[in-house]
């Protein structure tokens, strides 16, 4: 069955540097979320999108932002990065239509240096 | 805010024996909640979830209790598998069928000695 899929797997970016992490979610799904899991922490919700709008906020820094596009696939940019941001961050999708459970991408590990 | 805490961060389990993974949650607002395992490497995996208005569920190999009273959730993996050795996550939500604000828990380590 097709999962969620993230890009790249891994980036490297330097302090101040900007990042962009894809996220293509599982087909038929409306609702896209993103986590951010530092080193032996369990997953933040950042951001979650339904249908193309922002659905709900969580601890997204300011410098971050996230879009869905109507292919339903979501990008999460992130701007002036700070050492602090490496972690891996993780996509998943749901379907509010079929009330399906949140499935989870492999995530894109960002280290900044 | 309110987290969801576990019981035991590391377990360990001979393979074929059962094991029991814990977690405590503090808000009783919470009506769903999904059991996650997590390899390294890979992002969580859905195992399991349950609704407030059950107290058990089963799938193949794993049940989910559910406690209301003490607000306590418990994972159940029968004839534990070398496979099964990973990270489960406790998860719980609040914002209401089919919007996912989850609130994880710390995480326990299961290791599975062959």
């Known amino acids: 069955a097709a999962g969620v899929i993230q890009s790249p797997r891994h980036l490297i970016k330097e302090k101040r540097e900007t990042a962009t992490l894809k996220c293509y979610p599982i087909p038929r799904h409306d609702t896209v979320y993103w986590y951010q899991q530092g080193p032996g922490q369990d997953p933040q919700f950042l951001i979650s999108f339904y249908e193309k709008m922002q659905s709900d906020k969580g601890s997204i820094p300011d410098r971050f932002s996230a879009q869905q596009f109507s292919d339903y696939h979501s990008e999460l940019n992130m701007s002036s990065l700070e050492l602090g941001d490496s972690a891996l961050y993780f996509c998943?999708?749901?379907?509010?239509?079929?009330?399906?459970?949140?499935?989870f991408g492999n995530g894109t590990r960002l280290t900044v240096t | 805010g309110e987290n969801v805490g576990l019981h035991l961060p590391t377990l360990s389990v001979q393979e074929g024996d059962n094991s029991i993974i814990n977690c405590a949650y503090s808000n009783s607002a919470s009506d769903y909640f999904i059991w996650y395992k997590q390899e390294s490497g890979k992002g969580p995996q859905f195992i399991i979830d349950i609704r407030s208005n059950m107290d058990k569920r089963q799938g193949q190999r794993v049940t989910v209790l559910l406690n209301k009273t003490v607000k306590h959730l418990s994972l159940q993996i029968a004839a534990t598998q070398p496979g099964d050795s990973a990270v489960y996550f406790c998860a719980e939500n609040m914002a209401g069928a089919g919007s996912y604000q989850l609130t994880f828990g710390k995480g326990t380590k299961l290791s599975v000695i062959p």
């Open positions: 998943a999708s749901s379907s509010k239509t079929y009330n399906s459970p949140l499935h």
